[in-house]
C-alpha cells in the first residue's frame, strides 16, 4: 500500500512518551493473536528504526518487557502503562508503532491484516519473511 510518506507524531495517554515517526499516511496494521498482543489489544504496523526518534526526556520514562527468544522489546510507560511502540520479533531493526497511539489527523487509511502469532514461526515465513522492510509488511 503506497502514500505519501508523513511525520506522525504520538505517545502513551499520560504523554510522558512522546515521539515521530516518519511512514505513509496510509499504512498496513497488524492484528497478532500471539499471547502478549491478544492481552494489550495491540495492532500495529512497523516501520525502519530510522524513521522513528523518541522526543524530548521520553527515554527516562520507559521500560521494557522481554520473554521467549528476548528479540522482541516490549516497551511501555512506566506510568500510563501504554505501549505506544516497541521492537518487533518479526523486524528487530525496526519499530512497532501502535497505530492507536498515533496522534489523529495524519493517518488517512489503516487496512488491518491479521497475524497468526500463536503459530509465529510458520506465519512468519509465510507472511514477513519474503517482505522487504517499509514495503507494507
Known amino acids: 500500500m503506497e502514500s505519501d510518506m508523513v511525520m506522525h507524531y504520538g505517545g502513551c495517554h499520560c504523554r510522558r512518551v512522546r515521539w ?8 498496513v496494521a497488524w492484528n497478532c493473536n500471539c499471547s502478549i498482543c491478544s492481552m494489550r489489544s495491540s ?4 516501520v525502519p528504526s530510522e524513521k522513528f526518534e523518541l522526543l524530548g ?13 528476548h528479540t522482541a522489546k ?4 512506566k506510568f500510563c502503562g501504554i505501549t505506544s511502540f ?24 489503516v487496512e488491518i491484516k491479521n497475524f497468526d502469532g500463536q503459530n509465529w514461526e510458520r506465519s ?5 519473511a519474503s517482505c522487504s522492510q517499509g514495503a507494507g509488511c
Do not use: M, W
Open 43 to 46: 495492532i500495529q504496523f512497523v
Open 124 to 128: 512468519y515465513n509465510q507472511t514477513f
Open 20 to 27: 515521530r515517526v516518519q511512514a505513509p499516511s496510509s499504512v
Open 57 to 69: 526526556d521520553s527515554k527516562e520514562f520507559l521500560t521494557t518487557y522481554t520473554f521467549g527468544t
Open 86 to 109: 516497541y521492537v518487533p520479533r518479526s523486524h528487530p531493526d525496526g519499530v512497532s508503532i501502535t497505530y492507536r497511539c498515533v496522534d489523529p489527523g495524519t493517518l488517512t487509511h
Open 74 to 77: 516490549h516497551t511501555f510507560c
